[in-house]
């Protein structure tokens, strides 16, 4: 049974909204932070989990009230109502293991705080919010009239979760990741939590940093070389368009090799060095570094020398002005 302390936030929405999308993308982030999420889904149809055929399938023909499905990957309940009035939220609720965070999805007209999702290719576009005072932000893809309440983009699952969490009352910080935390050494746990880790024969100056995510990874959880490349060239492009005071493009890439691979979860590090200024181009040595899920542990990912090179307004190379 859910344990009373469990915190509730619905996700409403018509449908085509982007509801599951969303919660998704939720789960996904709350539970890289440390929460123990499950989830509640509410269908309007005749849903069915089951498949014909299959033994589970058969016994529900056969007339059982429920059916459990055991495995050592997973367990599921499947209960036949057969006419008998549909369980409220509160006794779903009741029937969930503990957990940190229960994110509801539909359940408009529950007394549950709420986001609201909107999408222009919703089924409808009438806004809920004005009629339920437990909405308490909006998600949507284009710009919406709130009335005041928050609006965030339909994708910006981290902004969100902040706005969650603060609401339930949570710390960003989820209790396993503390107790990931505290299992590291004394050390190591100082300089993770001052986020200063150790960055040994580092060269240049930190340019760009983020967060490698399972949309860019293959299927053995390494992150792909290209999309690696992409926020090399990305933080060349910051630093050399800073130098340049304006608009500049690659024009090449030198001796590139990787070392290491990242893995999701990981921090990548990009880091840059302007070691040539000619009269229209920018050169750069570009080191990639790793910062290991949840460890201070910094490796070298990759390098390479990038060439940019100063455009003007009509696309041309232009001269890079003094410094």
């Known amino acids: 049974m859910m344990d009373r302390q ?10 085509n909204s982007g509801k599951t999308g969303l919660v998704v993308r939720l789960v996904r982030e709350l539970t890289a932070r440390g929460y123990a999420v499950s989830t509640i889904k509410h269908a309007h149809h005749d849903c ?12 529900r023909e056969a007339g059982a009230q429920e059916v459990a499905l055991v495995s050592g990957a997973r367990v599921a309940v499947m209960q036949e109502l057969r006419g008998a009035p549909e369980p409220s939220l509160d006794d779903i609720l009741s029937r969930l293991s ?3 965070i229960v994110l509801v999805e539909g359940y408009k ?13 919703a089924r409808s576009t ?9 909405i308490l932000a909006v ?44 299992t590291l050494n004394q050390k190591e746990r100082d300089t993770a939590m ?4 150790a960055r040994p024969e580092i060269s240049g100056e930190l340019t760009l940093r983020t967060l490698a995510m399972p949309g860019d990874a293959n299927a053995a959880g390494d992150i792909f070389g290209g999309w690696v490349m992409a926020q090399m060239d990305l933080a060349c492009g910051i630093r050399a368009a800073e130098r340049a005071h304006g608009r500049v493009v690659t024009a090449a890439v030198k001796e590139m090799a990787f070392e290491l ?33 949840l460890s201070p542990r910094m490796e070298k990912v990759t390098g390479a020398t990038f060439v940019m090179v100063a455009l003007d307004q009509d696309g041309k190379p232009t001269v890079v002005p003094e410094d």
């Not at 009438?126 to 437990?134: G, H, K, V, W």
């Not at 709130?146 to 965030?152: E, I, V």
């Not at 590090?269 to 290991?292: M, P």
């Open 109 to 121: 007209r529950e007394a549950i705080p709420k986001i609201e999702t909107r999408r222009r290719e």
């Open 139 to 182: 998600a949507a893809d284009f710009p919406a009239d709130t009335d005041g309440l928050p609006c965030f983009e339909l994708d910006d699952a981290e902004s969100l979760a902040d706005f969650i969490l603060k609401n339930l009352g949570l710390s960003n910080t989820g209790p396993r990741r503390q107790h990931q935390l505290r």
């Open 48 to 59: 069915d989990v089951d498949r014909p055929g299959a033994d589970s399938h058969q016994h």
């Open 261 to 293: 691979p990242v893995k999701i979860g990981d921090t990548l590090c990009i880091y840059t060095d302007i070691v040539r200024v000619g009269r229209t181009s920018i050169t750069l040595n570009v080191e990639a570094w790793a910062q290991r899920y």
């Open 6 to 15: 469990t915190k509730i936030f619905g996700v409403t929405g018509w449908k």
């Open 126 to 134: 009438s806004p809920l919010a004005p009629l339920d005072p437990l």
């Open 194 to 197: 001052t986020d200063r880790p």
């Open 98 to 100: 503990p957990c940190d």
